[in-house]
């Protein structure tokens, strides 16, 4: 199993560009999250998915979207890059128990830059 | 909302010393998870706790839990340059996604 896979793993955006960030997981995991990390300030929540057609907002997800049509996919999408949103983002996956409460897989990462 | 905080933030030691992080939670936890991140990498489940009281080892590292399953410890004793990372905690609070502290980042001086 590969686990979570992220792409791409570097990206650098003028300000105003859109993008979608990939992410796949092969674990047949129903939950799905996105998170971004900013240097010195944990992990904070953008949006999550407790299965396919079904997303819901985290802590930060002003400036994002979500889509989840499969099980393995829960791409993310940004609309209008701003400077402010220069980050790590991270996709990780859980076992589906029937609360949000489990363990997480995370992916290698996407290091974004807006210019 | 729910706040999760750790401290310190930043915890510099000589190889052979021992190291301690605490999380803090604002509200009572079903349980509490540990992760650790090596410097340009993604965050790696350690373990969970979700006992009152609990206590667990992994090797050189001590995890505790509460008794009042708001705030927990990890505490690794002679530290090796391989612990070189930041170590989260992370705590969902009713059934919502894992809310992570801002993490303690350890340096190993050899």
């Known amino acids: 199993n590969a686990g979570v896979t992220q792409t791409p793993k570097f990206r650098i955006l003028k300000i105003g560009q859109s993008m979608t960030l990939q992410c796949t997981q092969d674990?047949?995991?129903?939950?799905m999250y996105w998170y971004r990390q900013d240097p010195g300030m944990g992990l904070k929540l953008i949006y999550y998915s407790v299965g396919a057609g079904i997303t819901d907002k985290g802590e930060v997800p002003n400036g994002y979207n979500v889509s989840r049509s499969t099980t393995e996919d829960f791409p993310l999408r940004l609309e209008l890059a701003a400077p402010s949103q220069t980050s790590v983002y991270f996709c990780?996956?859980?076992?589906?128990?029937?609360?949000?409460?489990?363990?997480?897989?995370f992916g290698s990462g996407t290091q974004l830059s807006v210019l | 909302g729910q706040q999760v905080m750790q401290i310190p933030q930043y915890q510099h030691v000589q190889e052979g010393e021992d190291f301690t992080t605490y999380c803090n939670s604002s509200?009572?936890?079903?349980?509490i998870q540990w992760y650790k991140q090596r410097p340009g990498g993604h965050p790696v489940f350690l373990i969970q706790l979700v006992k009152s009281g609990e206590v667990k080892k992994q090797k050189r590292l001590t995890f505790q839990f509460g008794e009042a399953k708001k705030n927990s410890s990890l505490h690794i004793t002679a530290t090796q340059t391989t612990d070189v990372g930041t170590y989260f905690c992370?705590?969902?609070?009713?059934?919502?996604?894992?809310?992570f502290g801002k993490g303690t980042r350890l340096s190993v001086i050899a």
């Open positions: 990780a996956s859980s076992y589906s128990t029937g609360h949000l409460a489990e363990k997480l897989f």
């Open positions: 674990m047949n995991h129903n939950y």
């Open positions: 509200t009572t936890l079903s349980n």
């Open positions: 992370a705590g969902p609070s009713g059934n919502t996604p894992l809310v």
